[in-house]
């Protein structure tokens, strides 16, 4: 899952992968933080389940970096989820936040468009 929070004027930006049993705890989401060296694991709301959480710019590029280097590993509405969540991280990088109200908007919109399942959201 890709996340894009906005509080106020305030945007922050992670990456959310959550999976049910402790088993997948300490077989899966424990390896994904020594394999990436970012991000940790937290107790999500549902009973039993995990998440692995990756939080702030310079973090999330690590998990996009991964993505990018193997192309085929996205399909349906992740893949285009991903490319939404990457052109929110790279408007947030270049500060396209602080920009104007029109910016702003754009970032709202394409939050609510993540994880959506049509094409149109598809960013080429």
Do not use: C
């Amino acid at each position: 899952m890709f996340l894009f929070l906005q509080k106020k004027n305030s945007y922050s930006i992670l990456f959310d992968l959550s999976q049910k049993g402790l088993e997948n705890k300490n077989v899966l989401l424990n390896k994904l933080v020594l394999l990436f060296k970012v991000g940790k694991i937290y107790k999500h709301y549902h009973e039993n389940n995990w998440s692995f959480r990756v939080s702030g710019l310079s973090d999330t590029k690590v998990i996009i970096n991964y993505i990018e280097t193997f192309e085929f590993s996205l399909f349906t509405k992740k893949a285009s989820s991903f490319l939404l969540w990457k052109e929110i991280h790279k408007a947030l990088i270049n500060s396209d936040h602080l920009d104007s109200v029109k910016n702003r908007n754009l970032l709202v919109y394409l939050k609510l468009s993540i994880n959506i399942p049509s094409k149109e959201y598809i960013i080429k």
